[in-house]
């Protein structure tokens, strides 16, 4: 399993800024990022499949 910092999220989806991400999360078009420590991360393996899914 593979996680992304917000950093490595950001360049996975083009740049998009950080208000835009947040909203993505709460809207459902990407997934809840998990707390590890005092940092986020995202699970790669679930961001592509939400990708994917906006995709289709």
């Known amino acids: ?10 360049a996975k989806l083009g ?4 208000t ?3 909203r993505d999360v709460e809207l459902g078009r ?3 990022p998990t707390k590890i420590g005092s940092r986020l991360y995202w699970n790669e393996a679930d961001v592509d499949a939400a990708i994917a899914s906006l995709a289709g």
């Open 1 to 10: 399993m593979h996680y992304l910092s917000f950093r490595d999220l950001q």
């Open 15 to 18: 740049g998009r800024g950080r």
């Open 20 to 22: 835009t991400i947040y």
């Open 30 to 32: 990407l997934p809840e």
